[in-house]
T-cell receptor, first 114, second 115 residues
């Protein structure tokens, strides 16, 4: 069974641009969560989608948005990029939402904003 | 607001040593606690998941304990090997109230096992 895949793996953008990251969950998984990892703040929750609905959102500005498609694939978008958005963006999938099961993480997309 | 702290931030040990990583959390109303491993430039691999009603979980050379009332968890690694070198992250999930996967992470302990 293939794991969680994220594309692209690496990305370089300049301030003010926007970016879209993609996450394909494990087949059959319906919940996708996104996290931002930086050296200073560690791993912080961005949002979670389940069956195309956003179920929870972290404390990030409105420039960060996401969506989930009917096949459970998810995208996150960051508009008007800032230098501080440079980070490793991780997505995680699980079969359901809120039950006692582990989440499976993808390898991440490393975003560098210049 | 839940806060998760991991001590120490970094640890270097010789191969073969038994070691303990610590994790503490401020809000005891947790649903479960997970320990993850992260290799440089990679995603997270789940090691152990402990439900709030459980006291410990074991997998091979790893044993994780949970004391929910005191807000503490430990990850015990027996007979450490160079391949155990990685960053170990502790994460808690808030008491389930409607189905959210939000995890609150500590900043991790970077472990180096020297041959």
């Amino acid at each position: 069974k293939a794991g969680v895949t994220q594309t692209p793996r690496y990305l370089i953008k300049t301030r003010g641009q926007q970016v879209t990251l993609s996450c394909s969950p494990i087949s059959g998984h319906r919940s996708v969560s996104w996290y931002q990892q930086t050296p200073g703040q560690g791993l912080q929750f961005l949002f979670e989608y389940f069956s195309e609905t956003q179920r929870n959102k972290g404390n990030f500005p409105g420039r960060f948005s996401g969506r989930q498609f009917s096949n459970s694939r998810s995208e996150m978008n960051v508009s008007t990029l800032e230098l501080g958005d440079s980070a490793l963006y991780l997505c995680a999938s699980s079969f359901t939402s809120g039950l006692p099961e582990t989440q499976y993480f993808g390898p991440g997309t490393r975003l560098l904003v210049l | 607001k839940q806060e998760v702290t991991q001590i120490p931030a970094a640890l270097s040990v010789p191969e073969g040593e038994n070691l303990v990583l610590n994790c503490s959390f401020t809000d005891s109303a947790i649903y479960n606690l997970q320990w993850f491993r992260q290799d440089p430039g990679k995603g997270l691999t789940s090691l152990l998941l402990i439900q709030s009603s459980q006291r410990e979980q074991t997998s091979g050379r790893l044993n994780a304990s949970l004391d929910k009332s005191s807000g503490r968890s430990t990850l015990y690694i027996a007979a450490s090997q160079p391949g155990d070198s990685a960053t170990y992250l502790c994460a808690v999930k808030k008491e389930w109230w409607g189905g959210s996967e939000k995890l609150v992470f500590g900043k991790g302990t970077k472990l180096t096992v020297n041959p």
